[in-house]
């Protein structure tokens, strides 16, 4: 297997271009809630028309493909988001779209997949977890679009980058639900090429943050994950090709409780009127409870003239896939 890169500044502007009139442009608004010294902003990709951001990566990626490529459609290993987008341009295309999903996946998002015409196989995490490091699938046939390790993926995600800047060009930090990598990567790649000095970190759930781990030892380190309510970010492990590409353009990784993680969610719902996945919560739960320590402990990259003004802070809300039930509990405080 080839050694996987970052997709160039050029490839990013080519995505950019590549989608558009198929994406939106997601607004960045102001979160309604106040913290000393610091404005945080969300980046609202649940605004996307399949209410996520994976929808840039999966149609960079398939408007790309030749038609001998797309000949026998196109399939994935996703837990809900990947498979809602390739489905999505899949069906815009008129190409078959077959999704391999974990047992453990969010039905809310399953549903959404089937919705959306994708054929979904569903698999142990453990057969899932196989096809995501070995780029296939014996189960499904056809183009293997890999939800993380693909810089074309990447590029795509790296326009949100591209978008946040463009709009808030002093955001001294951004701050990314981790995933796979292949959005934090992508994001920082390019927001470090556009402002240096910026800090870009991954945000991680308590029961299952495996860069905070890498990071601590500095490889590739497996740990025991737990499920809960927040999915679609999470893993046993770093993927070993992303591990070199996430150690030089991502600055750290924020763990945050279930707990802040809840009340993240529920300002969002009750401030700003959004209903958002808990991945999503978790960059807000960083903005707000972890990302200052950070600066005040001296880790950050932040190299400003004038410290009197409040540090510009950008959260990103990567989808709304979360079931009524949790956004119930959420609300009465028992999630």
Request: hydrophobic share 45%.
């Amino acid at each position: 297997m080839s050694s996987l890169t970052v997709p160039t500044i050029e490839e990013v502007y080519a995505a950019k271009s590549r989608l558009q009139g198929i994406i939106t442009r997601t607004p960045l608004l102001k979160l309604n809630y106040d913290i000393p010294n610091a404005e945080v902003y969300l980046k609202c990709e649940q605004f996307q028309p399949i209410s996520t951001f994976k929808l840039r990566a999966a149609a960079n990626a398939v408007q790309i493909l030749s038609a001998e490529e797309k000949q026998n459609g196109v399939v994935t290993a996703s837990a809900g988001n990947m498979a809602q987008g390739l489905a999505w341009i899949a069906r815009k295309e008129n190409l078959l779209c077959q999704v391999l999903v974990p047992d453990t996946a969010n039905e809310v998002k399953v549903q959404a997949i089937e919705r959306l015409g994708g054929k979904v196989t569903k698999c142990t995490f453990e057969q899932w977890w196989q096809a995501i490091v070995t780029h296939q699938s014996p189960m499904l046939n056809g183009h293997f679009v890999h939800p993380v390790c693909d810089r074309n993926v990447m590029a795509g995600n790296g326009t949100i980058a591209l978008e946040i800047l463009d709009e808030l060009p002093d955001c001294d930090a951004i701050l990314v639900p981790y995933g796979g990598g292949a959005l934090t990567t992508g994001i920082a790649c390019v927001a470090k090429h556009l402002k240096p000095s910026i800090d870009v970190l991954a945000c991680e759930i308590e029961t299952a943050a495996p860069l905070a781990a890498a990071f601590h030892h500095n490889q590739v380190t497996k740990i025991a994950m737990e499920k809960s309510w927040v999915d679609g970010i999470g893993s046993s492990s770093v993927l070993d090709e992303m591990w070199p590409l996430v150690k030089t353009y991502v600055d750290n990784s924020i763990v945050v409780s279930l707990k802040e993680t809840a009340s993240a969610l529920k300002i969002l719902i009750e401030r700003n009127h959004f209903i958002c996945e808990g991945a999503s919560a978790t960059a807000v739960a960083a903005a707000l409870w972890h990302y200052m320590d950070y600066v005040q402990n001296g880790k950050a990259g932040l190299r400003r003239e004038n410290s009197t003004k409040p540090l510009k802070i950008v959260a990103v809300l990567t989808g709304a896939g979360i079931d009524n039930e949790s956004i119930i509990r959420c609300l009465n405080e028992t999630l």
